[in-house]
């Protein structure tokens, strides 16, 4: 009877160390958050079955940091714990959490792989805290909601509200609209919460601008 007991522990000991680290399909966290046009999820070498994937969101991280003190150290590693011990950077973590990936990425940190299909991760904090606090608006108040003004260029607008906002429910739709101007802008929104296809209409109000050299107010739409 205890040697029954034995194999057992034993067995299922076995089965935990032989749970694989790679999911076989593609990690469910990457597939969410690339609903985000400001997601980027990226390989650092031109062979696909070479090491390693790169997630991060364009608008949360100082991409000198990411690019001098991280993809660097890349190239003379071969594992996560390798990576993590040559980075020049103190705040990181090795998981295969999704719920804590997908916290600290919308804080600014950058999630490595080293298959596309992995889930365990090295999370390294690359965050962009150089920009302004919120300040109040100068031409557009109003009586009811947040006294919020956004008057810098794209990403910084986009990087306070997901500061202001951290959740993964936060998606933005980049566009750029006008034949003549080019102009760049961003349609973001709560997935849960905004009507599909509400949103389907704006963006397609949006997509037939096509001789505007700016949208002064939201209002004109």
Known sequence: MFKKRREKK?????????????????????EELSESNDFVNDHT???????????????LVMSETLYRDVVP??????????????IPIQQTVVTSDTKLIKEKLL???????IAENDIECLLV???????????????????????AGYVEEM???????????????LHVKEMEIGKLSSTKIAVIYMDSIA???NVETVLQ???DVQYISQIVLTWLL
């Not at 790679?22 to 469910?28: I, L, Q």
């Not at 150290?73 to 040559?86: F, I, R, W």
């Not at 804080?107 to 792989?113: E, L, N, T």
């Not at 990403?155 to 429910?169: A, E, F, V, Y």
């Open 45 to 59: 070498s031109f062979e696909k079955t070479e090491p390693f994937w790169i997630s991060y969101f364009r608008t």
């Open 10 to 30: 034993v067995e299922e000991k076995k089965n935990i160390e032989e749970q694989p680290k790679t999911s076989p399909e593609k990690t469910n966290w990457v």
């Open 205 to 207: 109000r949006i997509n």
């Open 195 to 197: 009507d599909k296809d």
């Open 73 to 86: 150290y890349l190239s003379e590693s071969d594992s996560l714990e390798k990576v993590k011990n040559n």
């Open 155 to 169: 990403d910084t607008n986009i990087n306070l509200i997901r500061k202001h906002l951290p959740s993964s429910d």
């Open 107 to 113: 804080q600014g940190f950058s999630a490595i792989r």
């Open 125 to 147: 904090n690359v965050a962009n805290s150089k920009f302004r606090d919120i300040s109040f608006p100068m031409m557009e108040s109003t009586a009811l909601g947040p006294q």
